[in-house]
């Protein structure tokens, strides 16, 4: 299987990668907590490296939608198989972000806070709880008004 997958690498196509993407969820969760673990993750780091020098994190102005949603997957995969590089980016990408200096575009959001968060630093966790709580509130009128009370 992961000989197949392995001949995709030049692949471009976003419904391709993501069709990767859920496969290798799958052998990740049974291979999770195993010698073939890291084995596993260098082989997925490995794979998805060459379309993220391709992406990069940030799309031109006239790219289209199924680009950014390639760029999504290929991050999310990389976090979860921690990519030294696309950690340590996602990281200072989320610092920027809290301290209002730049924005995280929405659809790499998850991934920059899962960075954040594997970190196991306890600001970036309480960073994120307030961050979670103060958007919980402004999208859910009813949480607001009883917090009022």
Not at 11 to 37: F, K
Not at 49 to 69: A, C, Q, T, Y
Not at 104 to 117: H, K
Request: proline share 2%; hydrophobic share 40%; net charge positive.
């Amino acid at each position: 299987m992961l000989k197949l997958l392995d001949s995709f690498e030049g692949e471009d196509n976003y419904t391709v990668w993501y069709r990767i993407h859920i496969c290798l969820s799958g052998i990740g969760t049974l291979l999770q907590g195993s010698d073939l673990e890291d084995a596993f993750k260098a082989f997925c780091r490995r794979l998805f490296n060459g379309i993220m020098k391709r992406l990069g994190w940030d799309g031109e102005p006239s790219e289209s939608h199924v680009w950014k949603m390639l760029r999504s997957v290929v991050i999310s995969r990389l976090v979860w198989c921690g990519d030294e590089e696309v950690l340590k980016e996602a990281r200072r990408r989320f610092t920027l972000h809290t301290s209002n200096t730049q924005q995280i575009s929405p659809d790499l959001r998850t991934s920059v806070y899962r960075a954040a968060l594997l970190s196991g630093d306890a600001h970036n966790f309480e960073t994120l709880l307030k961050v979670s709580t103060s958007v919980l509130y402004a999208l859910c009128p009813v949480l607001n008004m009883k917090s009022r009370r």
